[in-house]
């Protein structure tokens, strides 16, 4: 089960950080990741994590940016945004799979995040 939050309104240019807790069978999660979704849109990969070696993944459009990270002792993952765009405004998901990078089985409830200009 996971579960997201820490979404909020921010102006442009803002920080924020989400938060993705894990818990049930934590062990043997391979990855876990972000997506978001803005109004009208699809689905669009953000960043992800691997368990196993802390490597981590980007969108261009986040990279340099948005920095994915865990703390495994608290079986959470952070999103920590930075230099906030308007164009960021989406309800945020967190993911996890036990097999794959970038496609998920186990999903959290949205956190909505507001980037005003």
């Known amino acids: 089960q996971l579960q997201a939050s820490g979404g909020g309104l921010v102006q442009a240019r803002d920080s924020l950080r989400l938060s993705c807790k894990a818990s049930?069978?934590?062990?043997?999660?391979?990855?876990t990741g972000w997506f978001r979704q803005a109004p009208g849109k699809g689905r669009e990969f953000v960043a992800a994590?691997?368990?196993?070696?802390?490597?981590?993944y980007y969108s261009d459009s986040v990279k340099g940016r948005f920095t994915i990270s865990r703390d495994n002792a608290k079986n959470t993952v952070f999103l920590q945004m930075n230099s906030l765009k308007p164009d960021d405004t989406a309800a945020y998901y967190c993911?996890?799979?036990?097999?794959?990078?970038?496609?998920?089985?186990?999903w959290g409830q949205g956190t909505l995040v507001t980037v005003s200009s």
């Open positions: 993911g996890a799979d036990n097999q794959r990078l970038y496609t998920y089985d186990y």
């Open positions: 049930g069978r934590t062990f043997s999660v391979y990855a």
């Open positions: 994590i691997k368990s196993s070696t802390g490597s981590t």
